[in-house]
């Protein structure tokens, strides 16, 4: 099994910035992919940011230019700088982990809050 641990939530003003961690752990015998998802009140779960285990990264439009994903591997840890925060991107962010064979693992989510 494996482990996601998020950290670096918390309530921002429009315009601030944070950064998100995310941590695995447990057995990690490959990964094909680490990224954050969200999901606000009254919307589904959409996808926010991916990076594959050769670097490459993929963005929602609405995040692009003003987010950054990237990854420690000897850390097994996967970041997601915000920037440029706006009300619209308050949510829970929810990091996901990829692996051969189908699974899928979550974490336990973490609330960002824009405020105006």
């Known amino acids: 099994q494996v482990q996601l641990v998020e950290s670096g939530g918390g309530l921002v003003q429009t315009g601030g910035s944070l950064r998100l961690s995310c941590a695995a752990s447990g057995n990690i015998f490959s990964i094909n992919a680490m990224g954050w998802y969200r999901q606000a009140p009254g919307k589904q779960r959409e996808l926010v940011a991916t990076i594959i285990s050769r670097g490459s990264t993929n963005y929602a439009d609405s995040v692009k230019g003003r987010f950054t994903i990237s990854r420690d591997n000897t850390k097994n840890t996967v970041y997601l700088q915000m920037n440029s925060l706006k009300p619209e991107d308050t949510a829970v962010y929810y990091c996901?982990?990829?692996?051969?064979?189908?699974?899928?693992?979550w974490g336990q989510g973490t609330q960002v809050t824009v405020s105006s």
């Open positions: 996901n982990l990829n692996q051969p064979r189908g699974y899928t693992y």
